[in-house]
């Protein structure tokens, strides 16, 4: 019985994960996140949830000290609206509530460099990218 149970919930992730990446522009800017780290990687075996759910809600240093986290502006909840620090609001990152997410490469690249500067120091990998993507996503 626990087995189905968890044979069950397996699927039912993988469903919502598979539902949530449907959009093509999505989709391909996961295909050339996943070349790029597979190049930086070659031990590269695909995206994380769990782990793009780790970086987005971690407090992290060699960023800017009032940004040490991606959930200082953005909410721990995806869901939710966040606020920069200006107190102009975000509109929840969760693809489920923005549908236009992570869809155009001009916006991602922007933010995506911005944004890992000011809270990681540094630029984010293309894994670390397509980590954040498929949590998001997947909310």
């Not at 992730?13 to 093509?24: E, F």
């Amino acid at each position: 019985m626990i087995k189905k149970v968890a044979a069950f919930a397996l699927v039912l992730t993988v469903g919502v994960v598979a539902a949530a990446l449907a959009n093509p522009q999505r989709q391909a800017l996961l295909d050339g996140f996943a070349a790029q780290a597979k190049a930086e990687d070659g031990n590269f075996k695909g995206f994380s949830s769990e782990r793009g759910k780790e970086l987005f809600q971690a407090k992290h240093v060699g960023g800017k000290p009032e940004t040490p986290s991606c959930v200082t502006c953005h909410t721990a909840d995806p869901k939710g609206a966040g606020q920069t620090k200006a107190g102009k609001e975000i509109p929840p990152m969760a693809a489920s509530r923005t549908p236009t997410r992570f869809t155009d490469p001009a916006e991602l690249e922007k933010w995506f460099h911005r944004n890992c500067n000011q809270v990681l120091g540094r630029e984010c990998t293309a894994r670390e990218r397509g980590d954040v993507i498929v949590y998001l996503s997947a909310q």
